[in-house]
Every structure is written in C-alpha cells, then in structure tokens.
C-alpha cells in the first residue's frame, strides 16, 4: 500500500503540517511537564513522601481488612447456616394426611427451598441412634412423636423473611410448635450489618483523613516554594500552570497510596488465610477463605489518586494565591 | 513597541512614584531609563510588566492598551516580556538548562524544540557548556547570564532589565551591556533601568531621565557624549 503514490499537494510544505492544533499541543505538554515535574519532586523527596505514602495507605488499609474480616465472618455463616432447618412439629394426634396438607400449604410459599415431612416412625428411628436411647424406646407401647415438618428456608433470607415464614408456620393449620434452629444466624446478619455500616462509616472518615493530609503536605510544598512561584508567574506562567504540578503530586501520592493499601490489604489476606483455612477443615472443609474482590483491588488506588487530587486541589488555589502575593 | 502616554502612579500612603511620564521606545531600538534611586525607574517596568497598574495614563505594548488587560490575562502580556532582575531570581534547586528552558515550558513548546532554543540561548550568552550546573555554583556575572538567557529564550518583542549590572564590575557590566546591544540589533525592543551613568554614557544609546517621578530628559543615542 505504500507504493501508491500521495497525490502531490503544492502549497503546503511538510513542516507546516501539524497532527494537532497549536493550543492542544501546548496543552498536551503542560500536562508531560506537569506530571513529570510532580514525580521527580515527589522522588526528590523520597523520606517525606514516603511518610505521606505510609500514613494514608494505613489509614485506607485499615477499612478494607474490617471489609475483608466481615466478608469472611459472613462467608463463616452462610456455610454454617447453610443446613440451618426450620422445624415444624404437628400437634400429638395428627396424621400423615394432616402433615402432607401443611407441607404443600407451605412449599408455595416464596421463603421455602425444599420440605421433607418426617414421620414419627422416623423420628423413632434417629432416637434410636442416639446412645442410650435405644433401650428406653423398646419399652414404649406406641410412638408418642408427632410428624414433623423439615423446612429448608432459601439461601439468604432476610431476617423479616424469615420471621414472617416461622410466623406462618406457627399459623398453619395442625402446627403445635416451630422451633427455628436458624435463629442464630438472623442475629449474626443484624451484627454484620451493624458492622458493615461501622466500615462504611470508617472507610468516609478515613477518607477525609487521607484527603487532609495529602492537603497538608501539598500545602506546606507550596509554601516551602513560594519564591519559585513568584519567579514563575513574573515570567508569564498562569496559575493553573503554577497550580497543576501540585495536583498531579495528590494524585501521585493518592495512587502510592492507594496501592500501598491494597497491598497491605493483600498482606492481611494472606495472613488470615492460614487460620481461617484451619477453621474451614474443623467445619468439614465448607467454609472456603474469601479474599478481596478485583473491582475493590483496582477501584481502591484509583478512588485514592481522586482523594490525593482533591486535597490538593482544596488547598493550592488559596496557597498559591498568598505565595504570589508574598 | 512600548508606549508610555502620560502615565502616572501615586502608590498608597500618597507617594507619586510617577507624573505624567511619556514616551515610546520602537522594535529595535534600545533606550536606558536613569535617574537617582527612588526617581520612578522600577515603578516604570513594573507598569510594564502589569506588577502595578497606573493610577493615570496609558502603557500599551505591542501595540496593546494595557489598561483593559483583565487580571486573567496578565500572563499573556508578560510572555511577549523578557524580564532580566538586579538579583537574576533564578530557581536554584534546577540546573542552568531548567531555568532557561522555564519559559519555553510554560509557551508548551515540545521537549525537543525546547532543547534545541535553549541551548542557543545559552551559547549567545557563551554559557553553553554550563547547562547542567546548579546555578549556585556559578559566579554574580554568569548568572546574571542565565537570566538574560532565560529572558530571551522565548524570543520576547520587548526585552526590559532592571539594574541587571547592579551587581557586577564594570568589564562584568559592560558585557551583559553588550549583550543587550546584541537583541537590538535582532529588532527587539529594550529597556534598561539604570544608575550607572559611566556605563550608559559608554553605550551610547538612547537615555531617558527621570527625576522624582517626572520626565525631564530624553536623550537621542546620536546626542549621547
């Protein structure tokens, strides 16, 4: 395809084409500088910002191992409470035709997975299992266990949900008593709620810490170059231009930051991964260790970098404002 | 290129820096501004530079009314400026080469034309091969040398000093001198503010003087003895 020759094109000589406009240009290598210039300032620096770095990739740090224990807290519950049945017992007296009518009664209702009806007969059975028992039963004349109704709720039920299906067992027709074995797990899902909520709220005030002190050390930079600024802006720099290398330094420490977050996040995960794996084999092995998902892993230095760009963003303009008029 | 039409400017707590001050300086030509210190000369580049604004009168540069400049645009007007200080105000933490290439920087020019003006600014002040020296490192009249090169690297219309020998030996002073004499010659225009009448006298160029804020000498370079 190169052979085709270009049609010849008299007016125009070579150096006068441009790919881009001028002020694009322009603005293109504002932004190389800019971003080159905060970097190698940054590294000029490496204890200062390395302090900065450390102090607001702890302070994300820390929400994202609350994140990761209750992640795992729930994991532990979900794999615990997975057999979780809820039991029905029909009242002594009644009969397999009585104990069919509530089961189906119940299987049309959205809360349920799966009903096994357990005869009496059954019932005797397991208690016959149970050491010591087997004697006691032989010498019964007839078996006093009622049928009873094994409800297998859905995966993730809310706490109300499953209020409201144990209620509507408790008010089916031939039902003497539900005992909701389960009941420990809506109690632990109201604490991890309470916990996630405390991490949200932790995460926000972090948030703002990590801002402010990315301020504070963008502030004191500018202060620390005021006569340059003034050099600059008499030579005919306009403020954005001043301003900008100092934004992109909150976004350099806000991306560190945020990577030195997630690694020590990472850090913490595979620390947990030990003890909680050992806890899995003591539950026959169901828990499986979660770890942090991708999206947070790539979303928490990118939300970092918007951070460090903000708090330098919140104080520059006012500081370069008093470092030119110094 | 530079216009001063009846400009004055009464600084607050009273003091009349300038009265009524007029006169132009063409494309190529070269004028000093003398006169006792405190007679106005800073206060006439700073009115150049937009570091103050008259209190009456117009300055126009290149052939624009400064008046009407809006605070957002004073850097505009400052880069068709070249800027050469009594105390160079160099960036001593950058080499040569950074201090130089700043203007360029900041007109966004590309790395490599960057390269390429700023070391031409350098040879024309004979500096060439101190482009990766820290400015501290260098003696009064070299650095005096960066900040012209520093001033002219972005090839300003107007080129305006203020007491850029102040600091320097006469052999010193007369060099930098001559140096400016060089950009006339490329059509630029300059302004010297400076007390140094010696030197002035040496240079015969053009002289305006300046005595409490008033005009009360311009004298042709011919005239100059």
């Keep these: 395809m190169n052979t085709v020759r270009e049609p010849r094109r008299t007016p125009e000589p070579d150096k006068t084409r441009r790919t881009t406009p001028r002020h694009v240009g322009a603005w293109r290598e504002h932004h190389f500088w800019s971003m080159s210039i905060s970097w190698r300032r940054l590294a000029a620096r490496p204890l200062g910002t390395l302090l900065t770095v450390a102090v607001m990739g702890v302070a994300l740090a ?62 005797l059975a397991e208690l016959a299992e149970v050491q010591g028992f087997s004697g006691a039963l032989q010498s019964l004349d007839e078996n006093p266990l009622p049928y009873v109704l094994s409800v297998q709720p859905k995966a993730h039920l809310s706490a109300d949900d499953a209020a409201r299906l144990v209620d509507s067992m408790k008010a089916t027709p031939g039902v003497d008593m539900v005992q909701d074995t389960g009941a420990w797990r809506q109690r632990l899902d109201a604490i991890l709620g309470v916990g ?131 | 290129m530079i216009g001063f039409d009846l400009v004055s400017k009464r600084y607050e707590g009273d003091h009349q820096a300038l009265t009524d001050v007029s006169f132009q300086v063409d494309a190529g030509e070269m004028a000093f501004v003398t006169g006792h210190s405190g007679a106005g000369k800073s206060t006439l580049l700073k009115l150049l530079a937009m570091i103050e604004r008259p209190t009456n009168g117009v300055v126009t540069l290149d052939g624009q009314k400064l008046n009407t400049v809006r605070p957002s645009d004073i850097p505009r007007v400052r880069r068709k400026l070249g800027m050469v200080f009594q105390d160079h105000r160099l960036l001593l933490d950058r080499s040569v080469f950074a201090n130089v290439e700043l203007p360029l920087i900041i007109a966004g020019v590309t790395p490599t034309e960057r390269a390429r003006r700023v070391r ?24 005096q040398r960066v900040g012209i090169a520093r001033a002219i690297v972005a090839k300003p219309a107007v080129l305006i000093a203020d007491e850029p020998t102040g600091n320097l030996d006469p052999q010193l002073a007369m060099e930098i001198m001559g140096l400016f004499a060089e950009f006339q010659a490329v059509g630029t225009a300059v302004l010297v503010a400076s007390h140094d009448l010696m030197l002035i006298k040496r240079m015969k160029k053009r002289v305006v003087v300046l005595d409490h804020g008033k005009l009360v000498a311009d004298v042709p370079a011919t005239e100059v003895v």
């Design chain 1, 62 to 123: 820390l929400p994202l191992a609350f994140y990761l224990l209750l992640g795992n807290v729930e994991r532990m519950g979900d794999a615990l409470g997975r057999n979780q049945t809820i039991s029905a017992f029909m009242k002594p007296g009644q009969g397999a035709g009585m104990a069919e009518t509530a089961a189906s009664a119940l299987r049309g209702r959205p809360e349920v997975e799966a009903i096994t009806v357990r005869t009496p007969k059954d019932g």
């Design chain 2, 120 to 143: 031409a600014a350098l040879e024309k002040v004979g500096l060439l091969s101190y482009e990766k020296q820290l400015p501290g490192t260098l003696s009064t009249g070299e650095q």
């Design chain 1, 196 to 326: 996630a909520r405390a991490t949200t709220l932790l995460a926000l005030l972090l948030g703002i810490a990590a801002l402010l002190v990315v301020g504070n050390t963008i502030r004191v930079d500018i202060q620390s170059r005021a006569e340059e600024i003034g050099v600059l802006l008499l030579i005919g720099a306009s403020r954005p231009f001043v301003r900008r290398p100092y934004l992109y330094a909150g976004i350099w420490l806000g991306l560190l930051a945020g990577i030195l977050a997630v690694v020590l996040a990472v850090v913490i995960e595979l620390a947990m991964a030990g003890p909680v794996g050992r806890l899995a084999a003591a539950y026959d092995g169901s828990v499986q260790f979660g770890g942090l998902p991708a999206w947070l892993l790539v979303s928490v230095p990118v939300a970092s970098a918007v951070l460090g760009w903000l708090g330098a963003r919140l104080v520059s303009a006012r500081q370069i404002r008093r470092a030119a008029t110094a």
